[in-house]
């Protein structure tokens, strides 16, 4: 059975940092590229990074570019989303996403406030 398990939202205040995870089950995870989307209350979700199968090239949106780093550890089946100088236009749930096959988590809140 397929799973991608987000974690490590949570509150945090404008500036903060919060570091995502993803772990994924039940398929090839080296043999996929990963992304990270967000959804806003009232948004349409919006894809915010990707990373290839070997992690070495990355891609990110011009909103987060500079600020959030994505990385995956092959061994543990697990992408990452480190954000930083986080704001409150960051608040969202954040969800993780298997390129191709098109598998989603359940995603995990982020809210930026003071």
Request: aromatic letters at 12%; glycine letters at 12%; a positive charge.
């Amino acid at each position: 059975q397929v799973q991608l398990v987000e974690s490590g939202g949570g509150v945090v205040q404008p500036g903060g940092s919060l570091r995502l995870s993803c772990t994924a089950s039940g398929f090839t995870f080296s043999g996929y590229t990963m992304s990270w989307y967000r959804q806003a209350t009232g948004k349409e979700r919006e894809w915010i990074a990707t990373i290839t199968r070997a992690g070495r090239v990355t891609n990110y949106a011009d909103s987060v570019q500079g600020r959030f780093t994505i990385s995956r550890d092959n061994a543990k089946n697990t992408i990452y989303l480190q954000m930083n100088s986080l704001k409150p236009e960051d608040t969202a749930v954040y969800y993780c996403n298997a390129v191709g096959p098109n598998y989603w988590g359940q995603g995990t809140q982020v809210t930026v406030s003071v």
